[in-house]
């Protein structure tokens, strides 16, 4: 993801870029969590899009891909074809990220005002100008030659009103995978996350978690 995004979305648009903050950089990294973000430093030009590896592993199970705003998008805005898939959701997210670069090169990314008009219309442009398809294409294209599966197969979109009604203030769940995985008690249900309250290691701790990576957390023996 990061390649592509350097490779088939920063060089096409840098001379754009760079016409309004001369000397911009981009870097892309891999984050161990699940955060996926731009991040823009005005004393050097750089721009920073984290990729998490717990949301590309998200992004592989119907149950948990759906609670991400890429899922939301794709069906509500009809981007490649309204079909939800492992590989239009992550080729999704790098249209995302860096549609945030681009509207924060404009200017019109404001705090409290980040998934504006503006920023879906340089998304929509992403889209319609055939930049995401190019993007998919060589997302699978590296994919292949790499050996990493992205399967392409379109899936139904989870209902988390149904999974939402399990849960319940007071609540103890677990989230998270292996050694990242993360014990709380639900505070609060929301419209489609759970505001949880981290417990043993994780106290002190309050997440926002997608109702689909929750588990009831089985009382120790």
């Given at each position: 993801m990061c390649a592509v995004t350097r490779d088939h979305l920063w060089q096409p648009a840098k001379a754009w870029i760079r016409e309004r903050h001369p000397g911009s950089l981009l870097h892309c990294r891999v984050g161990s969590g699940q955060a996926t973000y731009h991040r823009f430093d005005a004393h050097t030009g750089q721009h920073l899009i984290t990729y998490g590896v717990r949301m590309i592993a998200a992004k592989h199970r119907p149950e948990t891909a759906s609670g991400w705003l890429s899922g939301r998008e794709i069906c509500k805005r009809g981007y490649f074809d309204g079909e939800?898939?492992?590989?239009?959701?992550?080729?999704?997210?790098?249209?995302?990220?860096?549609?945030?670069?681009?509207?924060?090169?404009?200017?019109?990314?404001?705090?409290?005002?980040?998934?504006?008009?503006?920023f879906y219309t340089i998304l929509d442009e992403l889209h319609e100008s055939g930049a995401a398809r190019t993007t998919r294409t060589a997302l699978a294209e590296l994919a292949g030659e790499q050996g990493v599966?992205?399967?392409?197969?379109?899936?139904?979109?989870?209902?988390?009103?149904?999974?939402?009604?399990?849960?319940?203030?007071?609540?103890?769940?677990?989230?998270?995978?292996?050694?990242?995985?993360?014990?709380?008690?639900?505070?609060?249900?929301?419209?489609?996350?759970?505001?949880?309250?981290?417990?043993?290691?994780?106290?002190?701790?309050?997440?926002?978690?997608?109702?689909?990576?929750?588990?009831?957390?089985?009382?120790?023996?």
């Open positions: 939800l898939s492992t590989l239009n959701l992550l080729a999704h997210t790098c249209c995302h990220e860096f549609a945030h670069l681009l509207q924060q090169c404009a200017g019109q990314r404001y705090r409290g005002s980040v998934h504006n008009l503006h599966a992205l399967p392409d197969t379109p899936f139904a979109p989870v209902d988390t009103r149904q999974q939402l009604a399990r849960w319940q203030v007071g609540d103890t769940v677990r989230f998270g995978t292996g050694r990242r995985e993360l014990h709380g008690e639900i505070v609060r249900v929301n419209r489609k996350t759970c505001t949880v309250d981290g417990i043993g290691p994780s106290k002190g701790v309050r997440y926002r978690v997608p109702v689909q990576m929750l588990s009831p957390l089985t009382p120790p023996r």
